[in-house]
């Protein structure tokens, strides 16, 4: 069965659903099976979205895909950093 991804948004729907069926007494299993997932996924998106609004999460990746934008950007810079060093010790 291929992987399927769920948005920020989808998640966060699922665990208010999540919530409401447990808070009827549905056991954890039988959540996470309404929902279509596994409950270590349930679980995992408990830990990463709990307390998030729809909002948060969107702004949440938009930081997380700068972040790793600007990491790029920074391991770029240090490999041409250590090239120009590397030729400034050569003197050429």
Known sequence: MPKK???AEEIIQHLR???IEQAKGTALED???KIGV???TLARWRA???GLRIDQAKRMKELEQENARLKK???DLS???SILKEVAKRNF
Do not use: L
């Open 31 to 33: 959540t996470a099976r």
């Open 79 to 81: 490999i041409d950093n």
């Open 5 to 7: 991804r769920h948005s």
């Open 17 to 19: 659903t999540a919530d």
């Open 73 to 75: 950007i920074v391991a």
């Open 48 to 50: 990463e979205y709990g």
């Open 38 to 40: 596994t409950p270590q």
